[in-house]
T-cell receptor, first 113, second 117 residues
Framework: QKEVEQDPGPLSVPEGAIVSLNCTYS??????FMWYRQYSRKGPELLMY????GNKEDGRFTAQVDKSSKYISLFIRDSQPSDSATYLC?????????????FGTGTKLQVIP | GAVVSQHPSWVICKSGTSVKIECRSL??????MFWYRQFPKQSLMLMAT?????????EQGVEKDKFLINHASLTLSTLTVTSAHPEDSSFYIC?????????????FGPGTRLTVL
């Protein structure tokens, strides 16, 4: 079993839709959760990060963590064609300073105009 | 802030030659740099972690004599693929953590696509 599971998609939605991207994990030591966006042939770009269970909002993006279920989500409101990319979840057992990060395989999202 | 660059962005080489890829942190001091490989439709695979002035720590299964990593300064790390073969063709991405942004967050470069003929 992989430490982090992520549905690879592709996920196609119409412009303006609410998008839900999800990851599950098995390592209860993970405390620090991140979402990266990666456009084709580019390096990943950090979108959001959070430590705690609950929601964190940044513009059209909301990150949600449920540690009891070992489940994290990224919601995108009013999705735009420019949101079309691969979204990677990432997590680490944060205890101060650098900890090895484990990435999901990424979900490819296509927002259709 | 927290910008990481890579050079070259793509390179094509003949089998048996060596290729050097540079990773630079442009606006912060990168105390730790990471090198990843990414195959199509697969996740990032960590190859090695390097701290400035120290030998790199390689992940299991990564040949340290084939993938030479030098972290000579707080803003520059290089990956040299020695005696490259077609199976080394991949997308290589570096990342860095350091004195900008969150200390525990990696900032990625744009990647280098290597094609070995």
């Amino acid at each position: 079993q992989k430490e982090v599971e992520q549905d690879p998609g592709p996920l196609s939605v119409p412009e303006g839709a609410i998008v839900s991207l999800n990851c599950t994990y098995s390592n209860s030591a993970f405390q620090y959760f991140m979402w990266y966006r990666q456009y084709s042939r580019k390096g990943p770009e950090l979108l959001m990060y959070t430590y705690s269970s609950g929601n964190k909002e940044d513009g059209r993006f909301t990150a949600q963590v449920d540690k009891s279920s070992k489940y994290i989500s990224l919601f995108i409101r009013d999705s735009q064609p420019s949101d079309s990319a691969t979204y990677l979840c990432a997590m680490s057992p944060y205890s101060g300073g650098y900890q090895k990060v484990t990435f999901g395989t990424g979900t490819k999202l296509q927002v259709i105009p | 802030g927290a910008v990481v660059s890579q050079h070259p962005s793509w390179v094509i080489c003949k089998s048996g030659t060596s290729v050097k890829i540079e990773c630079r942190s442009l606006d912060f001091q990168a105390t730790t740099m990471f090198w990843y490989r990414q195959f199509p439709k697969q996740s990032l695979m960590l190859m090695a972690t390097s701290n400035e002035g120290s030998k790199a720590t390689y992940e299991q299964g990564v040949e340290k004599d084939k993938f030479l990593i030098n972290h000579a300064s707080l803003t520059l790390s290089t990956l040299t693929v020695t005696s490259a073969h077609p199976e080394d063709s991949s997308f290589y991405i570096c990342s860095a953590t350091g004195t900008s942004g969150r200390l525990d967050t990696q900032y990625f470069g744009p990647g280098t696509r290597l094609t070995v003929l």
